[in-house]
């Protein structure tokens, strides 16, 4: 079991969380209920299934969990370039956005490397 609030990758997310917030509270009402929830989901289920992971009895689960992080992230990745398709966000928010995401999904993948090793000792 790790403590979650250690990891440099939940207390990236997390800020990565906030920052995303506070972009989608600048897009229109009416996407509310459409990209605007969905990107809000993907954001938040990065360091909440990096917090759950850590809780879980062994490294296989561990990764297991580092895995949907992951896949959130590349979710999220996704949702901002459309938003920024849409017009919603503005390329230079993007890019400040996916450069902090990257590290992010860098960091997501070699930790759960690491773990998965450990479980197989």
């Given at each position: 079991?790790?403590?979650?609030?250690?990891l440099k990758i939940w207390q990236?997310?997390?800020?990565?969380?906030?920052?995303?917030?506070?972009?989608?509270?600048?897009?229109?009402?009416?996407?509310?209920y459409g990209l605007t929830s969905q990107i809000n989901r993907a954001t938040v289920?990065?360091?909440s299934n990096i917090a759950?992971?850590?809780?879980?009895?062994?490294?296989?689960e561990f990764g297991q969990f580092l895995s949907i992080?992951?896949?959130s992230a590349f979710e999220l990745e996704t949702q901002?370039?459309?938003?920024?398709?849409f017009g919603l966000l503005k390329?230079?928010?993007?890019?400040?956005?996916?450069s902090q995401l990257e590290q992010i999904q860098k960091m997501i993948n070699s930790f759960k490397t690491a773990v998965y090793k450990k479980s197989n000792v």
């Open positions: 079991m790790h403590n979650f609030r250690d990236r997310s997390m800020e990565l969380a906030k920052t995303v917030y506070e972009i989608t509270a600048t897009f229109p009402s009416n996407e509310k289920s990065i360091p759950e992971g850590a809780g879980r009895n062994s490294n296989k992080a992951l896949g901002l370039i459309l938003a920024n398709s390329t230079t928010q993007l890019e400040e956005v996916l």
